[in-house]
T-cell receptor
């Protein structure tokens, strides 16, 4: 079974631009979560989607948005990029809905650099 | 406020020595507890998890963790460290009964010296 894939792996943007990151979960997984990882703030939860619905959201500004498609693939969008958005963005998928007990499988991440 | 603390930012151990990584949490009720490992340039991999029951949990790669309710701790251990264990380790919690809103600790970077 293929793992979680994220594209692109590396991205360089300039301030003010917008960016879209993509995540393909493991086949059969319906939950997709996004995380931001930075040296200063560590790993922070962005949001979680299940069956095309956002089920949970972290404490990020509205510039960060996401969506999930009917095939469970998910995209994350960041508008009006700031230097502080430079980070590794990780996507994770899990199979079920049962209250947080399920193992999350992480992708390798997308390294975003904002200049 | 709910929080997860990993007090050790960086730990160095000799190959073959034992290892203990600390994790403390502050939640109203016992959450679900996880340990993940992240190798350079990689995503996270689950080592083990605790939901309820036996407080000593066995994981992959020879790791184990012990849940201590009285200390609100979930420390990760390995009796004999291998050079390939050098990585960053994250403790994570999810409120029991909640969905996948995971809170991660700040991580402990493990260095293994020959």
């Amino acid at each position: 079974k293929a793992g979680v894939t994220q594209t692109p792996r590396y991205l360089i943007k300039t301030r003010g631009q917008q960016v879209t990151l993509s995540c393909s979960p493991i086949s059969g997984h319906r939950s997709v979560s996004w995380y931001q990882q930075t040296p200063g703030q560590g790993l922070q939860f962005l949001f979680e989607y299940f069956s095309e619905t956002q089920r949970n959201k972290g404490n990020f500004p509205g510039r960060f948005s996401g969506r999930q498609f009917s095939n469970s693939r998910s995209e994350m969008n960041v508008s009006t990029l700031e230097l502080g958005d430079s980070a590794l963005y990780l996507c994770a998928s899990s199979s079920k809905t049962s209250g947080g007990r399920d193992e999350q499988f992480f992708g390798p991440g997308t390294r975003l650099t904002v200049l | 406020a709910q929080s997860v603390t990993q007090p050790d930012i960086h730990i160095t151990v000799s190959e073959g020595a034992s290892l203990e990584l600390r994790c403390n949490y502050s939640y109203g009720a016992t959450p679900y507890l996880f340990w993940y490992v992240q190798s350079p340039g990689q995503g996270l991999q689950l080592l083990l998890k605790y939901f309820s029951g036996d407080t000593l949990v066995q994981g992959i790669k020879g790791f184990e963790a012990e849940f201590k309710r009285s200390q609100s701790s979930f420390n990760l251990r390995k009796p004999s460290v291998h050079w390939s264990d050098a990585a960053e380790y994250f403790c994570a919690v999810v409120p029991s009964g909640g969905y996948q809103k995971v809170t991660f600790g700040t991580g402990t970077k493990l260095q293994v010296i020959p």
